[in-house]
Nanobody, 119 residues
Framework: QVQLVESGGGLVQAGGSLRLSCAAS????????MGWFRQAPGKEREFVAS????????AYADSVKGRFTISRDTAKNTVYLQMNSLKPEDTAVYYC????????????WGQGTQVTVSS
């Protein structure tokens, strides 16, 4: 059974940095895409970034380009989201998710980790 466990959230001042981690287990992920999403209070969940497990191809939402970096450590089966120059509007619950490269549906999700950016 696929399990995704996020960690690394917390409270940080505007302009600061955090690194989120997502430990994945339960299958071989070589043909999968790992994604980060976020949901702020009263708002819909939105895409943040993604990376292909094989090849490391990345994609970012325009709102985080140049500030966030997604990466993966295949030996540790872990995906990271390095978040720099954080803004109060980045405050949200951040979720890790995964999907097959042949599907557009993210069908496995972690429990989420809270990121709060104070002004």
């Amino acid at each position: 059974q696929v399990q995704l466990v996020e960690s690394g959230g917390g409270l940080v001042q505007a302009g600061g940095s955090l690194r989120l981690s997502c430990a994945a287990s339960g299958r071989t992920f070589s043909n999968y895409v790992m994604g980060w999403f976020r949901q702020a209070p009263g708002k819909e969940r939105e895409f943040v970034a993604s990376i292909t497990w094989s090849g490391g191809y990345t994609a970012y939402a325009d709102s985080v380009k140049g500030r966030f970096t997604i990466s993966r450590d295949t030996a540790k089966n872990t995906v990271y989201l390095q978040m720099n120059s954080l803004k109060p509007e980045d405050t949200a619950v951040y979720y890790c998710a995964t999907r097959s490269r042949t599907s557009s549906l993210y069908n496995y999700w972690g429990q989420g980790t809270q990121v709060t950016v104070s002004s």
